[in-house]
């Protein structure tokens, strides 16, 4: 009856801001399209759950070595992967059996921010069907792990305090010395915090805590990231962040050109819906895509007629 087809062809180039820039439009190509015969459905902003994303973001990775693209990301990002590696937070893949908690953590996101998710049957599916292609990821931190290592950098300012303060025995006018002491007490201080969150976070979660999860599909020329979640209470662990470096860093192992962030809306105004999903992407120094869009090709159309009028009631019945 028809056909549908969405080109994985840029159509024009845009700013980091999402502005188009100057540049080329391949206006002809879909003038070719229209000359056989298809209906070019438009340049669509948003989501529909009939379409791809026409608009996407994805990191350029061809010919960059690791340490390029990490320094090429914004100052907050490269400072939050840094903080959540002294915290002890770490990246695994899931296996089949662990599927739920890639579940449970999308879930949660979808309930704070108003998106539908799908069901644990589906995401088993993806990880049967793709097999090594398909990667579920989980961030997570071992809060005994963190515990011991607070404690050993409190150990170390404890001595550093003890120091400094029989130092200042011998010269107490020493700017320096006084001020190793404040930094040390600062320090003891920070520690005693950290140690009373563990506790708090021990008690209302057990001794590992799931951060964020996200799944990915894998192809020779590209990783794509297709869905996500994460506890909100947690994210100054920052999981997310270091999900996304994680695979960042398995695309440029296995020889991948880019690295696709995937879908947006295409609306770049801060008051958009999702304008944070776009600045998180855009703060890994990703480049906005806006693809070609998507044609339907109608071969019959009288049954086309009759099957687009039945599929429309079938929907109103339905909802």
Same mark, same amino acid.
């Given at each position: 009856?028809?056909?549908?087809?969405?080109?994985?062809? &840029?159509?024009?180039?845009? =700013?980091?801001?999402?502005?188009?820039?100057?540049?080329?439009?391949?206006?002809? %190509?879909?003038?070719? $399209?229209?000359?056989?015969?298809?209906?070019?459905?438009?340049?669509?902003?948003?989501?529909?759950?009939? $379409?791809?994303?026409?608009?996407?973001?994805?990191?350029?990775?061809?010919?960059?070595?690791?340490?390029?693209? $990490?320094?090429?990301?914004?100052?907050?990002?490269?400072?939050?992967?840094?903080?959540?590696?002294?915290?002890?937070?770490?990246?695994?893949?899931?296996?089949?059996?662990?599927? =739920?908690? %890639?579940?449970?953590?999308?879930?949660?996101?979808? #309930?704070?921010?108003?998106?539908?998710?799908?069901?644990?049957?589906?995401?088993?599916?993806?990880?049967?069907?793709?097999?090594?292609?398909?990667?579920?990821?989980?961030?997570?931190?071992?809060?005994?792990?963190?515990?011991? =290592?607070?404690?050993?950098?409190?150990?170390?300012?404890?001595?550093?305090?003890?120091?400094?303060?029989?130092?200042?025995?011998?010269?107490?006018?020493?700017?320096?010395?006084?001020?190793?002491?404040?930094?040390?007490?600062?320090?003891?201080?920070?520690?005693?915090?950290?140690?009373?969150?563990? #506790?708090?976070?021990?008690?209302?979660?057990?001794?590992?805590?799931?951060?964020?999860?996200?799944?990915?599909?894998?192809?020779?020329?590209?990783?794509?990231?297709?869905?996500?979640?994460?506890?909100?209470?947690?994210?100054?662990?920052?999981?997310?962040?270091?999900?996304?470096?994680?695979?960042?860093?398995?695309?440029?192992?296995?020889?991948?050109?880019?690295?696709?962030?995937?879908?947006?809306?295409?609306?770049?105004?801060?008051? &958009?819906?999702?304008?944070?999903? !776009?600045?998180?992407? #855009?703060?890994?120094?990703?480049?906005?895509?806006?693809?070609?869009?998507?044609?339907?090709?109608?071969?019959?159309?009288?049954? !086309?007629?009759?099957?687009?009028?039945?599929?429309?009631?079938?929907?109103?019945?339905?909802?």
């Amino acid at each position: 009856l028809y056909m549908k087809v969405d080109p994985y062809i &840029a159509y024009q180039p845009h =700013n980091p801001d999402g502005t188009a820039a100057q540049g080329y439009k391949r206006d002809a %190509l879909v003038k070719v $399209f229209e000359e056989e015969g298809f209906h070019h459905e438009g340049f669509r902003v948003g989501y529909d759950s009939a $379409f791809e994303p026409r608009w996407m973001q994805t990191l350029d990775l061809e010919g960059k070595s690791k340490q390029e693209v $990490f320094k090429a990301m914004h100052t907050n990002t490269r400072q939050s992967i840094r903080n959540a590696e002294r915290m002890g937070v770490k990246v695994k893949e899931l296996g089949r059996e662990e599927l =739920n908690i %890639l579940k449970d953590l999308v879930d949660l996101a979808g #309930k704070t921010r108003h998106f539908s998710t799908i069901d644990l049957p589906k995401y088993e599916r993806y990880y049967d069907h793709f097999g090594d292609d398909f990667k579920a990821c989980l961030a997570y931190i071992d809060l005994d792990e963190y515990e011991n =290592n607070v404690k050993k950098d409190r150990e170390k300012q404890v001595r550093a305090l003890e120091k400094a303060s029989r130092e200042l025995e011998k010269t107490p006018d020493s700017q320096k010395k006084i001020n190793r002491k404040k930094e040390a007490e600062y320090a003891i201080a920070g520690c005693d915090r950290k140690l009373a969150e563990i #506790k708090e976070y021990k008690d209302g979660y057990g001794s590992v805590l799931y951060l964020a999860a996200a799944s990915f599909i894998i192809t020779p020329y590209e990783v794509v990231y297709l869905l996500s979640g994460s506890n909100k209470e947690l994210n100054r662990f920052a999981g997310s962040f270091m999900i996304q470096w994680h695979m960042i860093q398995y695309a440029i192992d296995h020889g991948c050109s880019r690295y696709n962030f995937y879908g947006i809306s295409g609306d770049f105004d801060e008051a &958009a819906q999702d304008y944070g999903v !776009f600045t998180f992407k #855009k703060s890994f120094n990703a480049e906005v895509q806006e693809l070609i869009g998507d044609f339907t090709y109608i071969a019959q159309p009288v049954p !086309f007629k009759i099957y687009d009028v039945l599929r429309n009631i079938k929907h109103k019945l339905m909802h």
